[in-house]
């Protein structure tokens, strides 16, 4: 394996990268700054980003050194069913634009602690606004800077520390120039980024067909397939090792879609990007967003399964290894170290620009979401647009000490990043969805149900991570409900687990409101039409591009 240093022209070319990129950011920041300087157009950019930029900022956002190295690895251990994750993702950006998206513009919302402001109330609203912030510092930002920190240093060869510093501190200069900035600049970061990876994805393919006497990357895809064939499923079967990770058809028709609905549909890390523009340009943002996400598995799955081809006839023996184990989040950097000198800068570059963009952007909604449903609401309420400016600004480098502080405490690494982020997030999506899908379209839904589907969820979720070592789960092994871990001991999988919490809350959340005495006092539904889900002919078009895609790919790798 070639040494983990870069060579004189991969530097060059991530100087390229980095000159670009800041050189585009400033030009954005002095050609827009005249233009408007409220809160709405620093933390929104109000109107300011195009469809293109918008799509490619989404994109930016959601791939970070947990799709790279964790998909990757996933590649490697489970194969092409990871992929679930990107594709029906693809899906939920098609639902989100046609049903989520419309809501939001037609109601002026800025952010999710307004919409549960102005849908329940303002107790709901803070709540939730201090759990977002929390789950967004301890556990999103610090895992993208940490597992960023870490991919950068093994292929730079850079110390660590360094390496997350001078992340950090990239980030916070992108940010630091407002969405518009953060907006335009990711579409540099997503070419890089698309760029970088396929050229990764190439040498994997290239690498697994000479190793076998042959060239081409269509041959060495075509040696993937027939090599580890049982890599190349859609749909595990319970018998499958993987099946606890991804259970069989709940990843079409189970809680996949509370995963991804809950990602893409309530989360103002991703809704932020939209949330500034007319519909028109946002579906179309959105809509281009999710072509660009079909794309993703052969940037950051193929490459592990490659590795795993590989692996299984005798190479990277000793590169897989780590503390006397195979590692399976090591096949992306093992590949990337085997790369050309100049080739390597760009796939470092994609990297890089993979993890400074997500940092950028959930930066920008930690410093959304504490100046203008706390800041404003309750510190300061006769705060100027000026002091909101600036308040953001200073939210975003407090807020990125204190991921630099907090992200080597948290043994990311140990459970693998991907997998880290899924579980945290996944004790709380099923009771926020729920809380969200019936404010949306139950006028009914009180303040105390949404409440409960908060509090309620979380803690049946918790009860059900921890249900096997209190009692026997064999018994539901029939119906398919649960599946034996790596220990032997059966278990509920994740997504299973986030399906029944889900069911739990919208049951509990009808009955509560039902039961409220406050029902009609507090039927303030959001102002909701049918015309407002009427699409454009060129994005139903789109959408039944993207469906045709899904289908035949499900059809093909079942």
Request: aromatic share 14%; glycine share 10%.
């Amino acid at each position: 394996m070639k040494n983990n240093l870069l060579d004189t022209k991969d530097y060059i070319v991530f100087a390229i990268y980095f000159v670009i990129v800041a050189a585009y950011g400033l030009y954005i920041y002095n050609k827009k700054k005249s233009e408007s300087t409220g809160s709405k157009d620093y933390f929104l950019a109000e109107g300011s980003l195009t469809w293109w930029a918008i799509g490619a900022s989404l994109i930016a956002s959601n791939i970070s050194a947990e799709q790279f190295i964790g998909m990757s690895g996933s590649g490697f251990k489970m194969g092409l069913a990871i992929a679930t994750y990107e594709w029906m993702g693809a899906l939920t950006l098609v639902v989100v634009a046609v049903f989520f998206i419309p809501v939001y513009l037609k109601n002026k919302i800025a952010t999710m602690p307004q919409f549960l402001h102005q849908r329940y109330n303002g107790t709901v609203a803070m709540i939730m606004a201090v759990f977002w912030l929390l789950l967004y510092v301890v556990v999103n930002l610090t895992s993208i800077l940490y597992l960023g920190a870490l991919a950068v240093s093994s292929i730079s060869g850079f110390d660590l520390s360094f390496c997350m510093y001078a992340i950090a501190g990239f980030a916070i200069i992108i940010t630091l120039g407002g969405m518009k900035v953060i907006g335009y600049t990711d579409v540099i970061q997503v070419f890089f980024l698309i760029l970088g990876g396929l050229a990764t994805t190439y040498l994997a393919l290239n690498l697994v067909s000479t190793h076998y006497g042959t060239t081409g990357i269509f041959e060495g895809y075509s040696l993937m397939t027939s090599k580890a064939s049982e890599h190349f499923h859609m749909i595990l079967k319970p018998d499958n090792e993987n099946y606890i990770d991804l259970p069989g058809l709940s990843v079409l028709v189970g809680g996949m879609w509370i995963v991804n609905l809950n990602y893409w549909g309530c989360n103002q890390y991703i809704t932020q990007r939209a949330l500034g523009a007319n519909l028109e340009t946002a579906r179309g943002g959105i809509l281009f967003a999710a072509f660009l996400k079909l794309l993703m598995p052969i940037i950051v799955v193929l490459p592990g399964i490659a590795a795993y081809v590989l692996y299984k006839d005798g190479a990277f023996q000793a590169e897989m290894l780590q503390d006397g184990s195979v590692n399976p989040d090591r096949a992306y950097p093992v590949l990337l170290n085997l790369l050309p000198a100049g080739l390597k800068g760009l796939s470092f570059a994609a990297l890089t620009a993979a993890v400074v963009a997500s940092l950028a952007g959930k930066a920008n909604s930690i410093a959304t979401i504490f100046t203008l449903d706390i800041y404003k609401k309750v510190l300061k309420t006769d705060a100027t647009e000026k002091n909101l400016v600036t308040t953001g600004k200073i939210s975003i480098i407090v807020a990125m000490i204190l991921g630099v502080l907090i992200a080597p405490h948290l043994g990311i690494d140990k459970k693998g990043g991907f997998q880290y982020i899924q579980e945290y997030t996944g004790f709380v999506s099923p009771g926020i969805f729920a809380m969200f899908i019936l404010g949306f379209f139950w006028k009914r839904t009180t303040s105390s149900a949404a409440l409960f589907a908060t509090i309620g969820g979380f803690g049946l979720s918790i009860l059900l991570k921890f249900l096997p070592k209190l009692t026997d789960l064999s018994w539901l092994s029939g119906m398919g409900f649960s599946v034996k871990n790596a220990t032997g001991v059966y278990e509920i999988p994740f997504l299973d687990r986030m399906g029944f919490v889900f069911v739990f809350c919208i049951l509990g959340m009808v009955i509560i409101s039902l039961a409220s005495n406050k029902v009609k006092a507090e039927a303030k539904g959001l102002a909701i039409d049918a015309k407002m889900f009427k699409t454009s002919t060129s994005f139903a078009v789109g959408a039944l591009i993207i469906i045709g895609l899904l289908v035949a790919l499900y059809s093909v790798y079942w």
